[in-house]
């Protein structure tokens, strides 16, 4: 048998090879065979807290910012937008936001950019409509995360694959080890039952110059907005602003107690939240808007009393 110059399989796969055998010009013997190819292994990974984290013990239930990195060993052919990059989580934590922060020397198939697929709860998180992915080409992926209920000593790990556009392996990593570990998840110390001796009840209402989170809430008059209202404006006028008025200073956005990725202008404050079709409710919902990693979180509001137009603008996946 004399074999041509055969190239490695850009996938793997079991390839079948066939085989005949001739006497004169007669076909006496067939047989067929598999040959397996295996993905090659990611070398270059890691998964740990975010570098926005400063702990070292994690509380059961609690959500933190992780880090997930890695460069591909192969090209990932497109096929038409039709790879994939996929994360799973093992065990120990799950999704408990849509968050999703990519950032990478690969290019988007088209103007849809990358997209980052997950849902909270899950722990399956696929980046889609990717170009070709060269060989060495490099992933960082934020993600937010909560711990499992079970108060223990756990070891997170997670698996990354890379996709062909048909959908084969072509690179993979099982088992990454969180770069913490062993990693203790410890209970709270309970509370016990104690009662306050004259209690009342405080209530504060918003008032000229306050401080605090920005709470806004609505209900949709379309249902369709429940699964297509992709992305959400909210503008305020003059007056209102972030604690720093910087855009540097990071803002945490939350429609019903789920986080979403939010930009943000400032004069006038305006703030874009994305991926939001997921948030929705067709009752009564809720946007809580405040600042992160201050000494004192929160939005001023104006010095002056009066009365104030805020604009809110639910725009759909074709952006209307």
């Known amino acids: 048998m004399t074999f041509p110059s055969i190239a490695t399989p850009a996938y793997a796969d079991n390839f079948v090879f066939n085989l005949r055998l001739y006497k004169g010009q007669n076909n006496i013997k067939r047989i067929w065979f598999y040959v397996t190819i295996t993905p090659d292994t990611i070398i270059d990974h890691s998964y740990k807290f975010s570098p926005l984290e400063s702990i070292s013990t994690l509380y059961p239930n609690s959500d933190h910012f992780y880090v997930v990195s890695w460069t591909t060993v192969n090209l990932v052919t497109s096929v038409s937008g039709a790879s994939k ?57 934020t993600i937010q995360l909560r711990s499992t209920s079970t108060a223990s000593t756990v070891s997170p790990t997670l698996d990354i694959k890379t996709y062909h556009g048909n959908g084969r392996v072509v690179d993979q990593v099982l088992s990454v080890p969180f770069a913490t570990t062993p990693l203790t998840n410890t209970n709270l110390t309970v509370f016990s039952t104690f009662d306050v001796p004259t209690s009342f009840t405080s209530t504060r209402g918003i008032t000229a110059g306050y401080f605090g989170n920005l709470l806004v809430s609505f209900r949709p008059r379309v249902s369709a907005t429940v699964s297509d209202g992709s992305k959400m404006i909210l503008s305020m006028p003059t007056g209102f602003s972030p604690s720093v008025n910087a855009l540097s200073l990071p803002l945490s956005c939350r429609l019903n107690n789920i986080r979403y990725v939010c930009t943000y202008t400032i004069n006038p404050f305006v703030i874009t939240m994305t991926g939001t079709n997921n948030g929705f ?15 004192s979180n929160g939005v001023y509001f104006p010095s002056s009393s009066g009365r104030y137009l805020l604009t809110l603008e639910i725009i759909n996946n074709t952006s209307s």
């Open 85 to 141: 990059m996929k994360i799973t989580i093992n065990n120990v934590f799950s999704l408990s936001s849509t968050y999703c922060s990519l950032v990478t020397t690969a290019a988007a198939y088209d103007g849809r950019g990358i997209m980052c697929e997950l849902s909270a709860g899950g722990t399956v998180i696929n980046l889609k409509n990717l170009a070709d992915v060269p060989a060495g080409a490099t992933f960082n992926l």
């Open 281 to 295: 409710t067709t009752g009564t919902n809720v946007i809580n808007i405040t600042t992160l990693y201050q000494t």
